[in-house]
């Protein structure tokens, strides 16, 4: 005879919750537990480099002869608008703390708010003979240079001197020189 709807028991449901415990824990046992794994995923970004150093009406810069322990983690090219070009080129540094490279041809304090996520300017900072601007925020830090209406910006959750690393690590070779 079968059970009404609604007379379900108590240990109707501690079976239910049972077997979807077995099936949970069955599910478990087969997905990779390595604690000791690192979850960044390194990127190439030669080729998204080389595009748009071809493209880009600005010098487009990446870094040269940084260690193996700074690892590329993004990359993108935006140049649908020809008046705001962007570059991005995102790292985790030795210490696993975030630098990103951002370069654009537009309005150099819009962009700067928006990849620095409103960090305020605090001073300069000289690298490799030449003057940067420093800015400090809550979530990024940054070091920006302002040439020739390009900008170009390090900036990430990094300490300064790992900004300022990075920075003095950048190259335009093969940029297009219009």
């Not at 080129?89 to 819009?110: I, M, R, W």
């Not at 240079?145 to 910006?153: H, Q, S």
């Amino acid at each position: 005879m079968a059970k009404k709807r609604g007379t379900e028991t108590l240990r109707d449901m501690v079976l239910s919750m049972a077997a979807i415990g077995v099936v949970a824990g069955v599910i478990w046992l087969f997905i990779p537990h390595d604690e000791n794994h690192d979850p960044v995923k390194p990127v190439g970004y030669r080729v998204e480099l080389d595009q748009a150093r071809r493209d880009a009406p600005y010098g487009v810069v990446a870094p040269e002869g940084l260690g193996k322990d700074w690892r590329a983690t993004s990359v993108t090219y935006e140049s649908t608008d020809p008046e705001a070009v962007r570059w991005h080129l995102g790292f985790v540094d030795p210490k696993n703390e975030y630098a990103a490279v951002e370069q654009s041809n537009e309005a150099t304090e819009k962009f700067v708010a928006i990849k620095s996520h409103q960090a305020k300017r605090v001073g300069t900072r000289t690298v490799d003979g030449e003057t940067w601007q420093r800015y400090e925020g809550d979530k990024y830090d940054a070091l920006v240079r302002e040439k020739g209406g390009v900008t170009t910006m390090v900036t990430g959750t990094a300490p300064m001197a790992r900004l300022a690393e990075l920075a003095a690590a950048l190259d335009e070779r093969g940029g297009r020189q219009d």
